[in-house]
């Protein structure tokens, strides 16, 4: 803040090169003798994440595989991942939650965090030809849900 930006009422608080370790509560007090006055504004930190899917082999012949899906580098913790199927038979995907599992989100070194989902599919009564399996994340960084999709 610079006197004549003060001078003509303007008391912001600018943050160049915002870190995570920024976000919190900013009280700005201003005197002008006699009037005082102090406002309060949270600052929110938000950090988009990486997703990346990985299969461990294709499902076929009667053997169990399968998906991966990495979300990484993202702030805050806060994250909601979940699984929906499609099928020939139905165009419209829906929710999938057989054999789902999730890891505990992993703090990393910069203060983001990641987390992995496993989708295990059994071929036999999991996933037919041209099914087609969807992770989705959700996260307060993102304006629309992330999606990537694999086949089995």
């Known amino acids: 803040m610079n006197d004549k930006d003060l001078q003509q009422g303007n008391a912001s608080l600018s943050i160049p090169n915002i870190q995570i370790t920024d976000e919190g509560d900013y009280r ?17 930190v938000s950090v988009k994440p990486q997703m990346a899917l990985s299969h461990n082999q294709q499902v076929e012949g009667g053997i169990k595989g399968s998906v991966r899906c990495e979300v990484n580098n993202f702030y805050p913790e806060a994250v909601k991942i979940r699984w929906d199927k499609s099928s020939k038979s139905n165009i419209r995907s829906s929710p999938w939650d057989k054999d789902v599992y999730f890891t505990s989100p992993l703090g990393n070194s910069d203060g983001t ?7 295990i599919v059994e071929p036999t009564t999991d996933a037919e030809p041209g099914d087609v399996f969807f992770c989705i994340v959700s996260h307060r960084s993102l304006e629309e849900e992330m999606t990537l999709s694999m086949l089995p």
């Open 113 to 119: 965090f990641s987390v992995t989902s496993v989708l």
């Open 28 to 44: 700005c007090f201003v005197i002008f003798t006699p009037d005082s006055d102090s406002a309060t504004s949270t600052l929110q």
